[in-house]
């Protein structure tokens, strides 16, 4: 909601110690972002203190799909799609996302205790699947 890199952003209540703990835990944090203003993105990350929270910042000035974003994560990172779990407040996002085999997760008013909870239930339930999956393969 902010307009110039001179306005000073904030974080939902819960965000900074979600994202304190997961880095904390040794977890990969990374942003995929469409922000038509690059540079008061990056100042926003900077203002609030976790620009280095994250090993991937994929913040696209165009209107790209976050297909986009997650291609170029998985290439800087190695990490898998079905490895990865994702929070938006866009349904269009959630959907495409899932597609590639990323756990995904709605969210209305930003990642918050309930949200995460949530992410990582899913997150463990289709992890639990896609191992029960291929040992079916193996034991073919």
Same mark, same amino acid.
């Given at each position: 909601?902010?307009?110039?890199?001179? !306005?000073? #952003?904030?974080?939902? #209540?819960?965000?900074?110690?979600?994202?304190?703990?997961?880095?904390?835990?040794?977890?990969?944090?990374?942003?995929?972002?469409?922000? #038509?203003?690059?540079?008061?993105?990056?100042?926003?990350?900077?203002?609030?203190?976790?620009?280095?929270?994250?090993?991937?910042?994929?913040?696209?000035?165009?209107?790209?799909?976050?297909?986009?974003?997650?291609?170029?994560?998985?290439?800087?990172?190695?990490? #898998?799609?079905?490895?990865?779990?994702?929070?938006?407040?866009?349904?269009?996002?959630?959907?495409?996302?899932?597609?590639?085999?990323?756990?995904?997760?709605?969210? !209305?008013?930003?990642?918050?205790?309930?949200?995460?909870?949530?992410?990582?239930?899913?997150?463990?339930?289709?992890?639990?699947?896609?191992?029960?999956?291929?040992?079916?393969?193996?034991?073919?």
């Amino acid at each position: 909601d902010c307009l110039t890199k001179y !306005d000073m #952003p904030s974080l939902f #209540p819960h965000a900074k110690g979600i994202l304190c703990a997961l880095k904390d835990k040794g977890v990969d944090i990374a942003i995929a972002s469409r922000s #038509p203003t690059l540079d008061v993105a990056e100042s926003f990350l900077e203002k609030l203190g976790i620009k280095s929270m994250f090993v991937a910042q994929e913040i696209f000035a165009s209107w790209t799909h976050k297909t986009d974003h997650f291609q170029k994560i998985n290439n800087t990172t190695g990490v #898998p799609y079905n490895e990865m779990l994702f929070f938006d407040d866009e349904d269009r996002n959630i959907v495409t996302v899932s597609k590639m085999g990323v756990t995904s997760i709605l969210v !209305d008013n930003g990642v918050n205790l309930v949200a995460l909870r949530r992410g990582l239930s899913e997150y463990s339930q289709n992890r639990s699947s896609s191992e029960r999956n291929k040992q079916r393969w193996f034991n073919f």
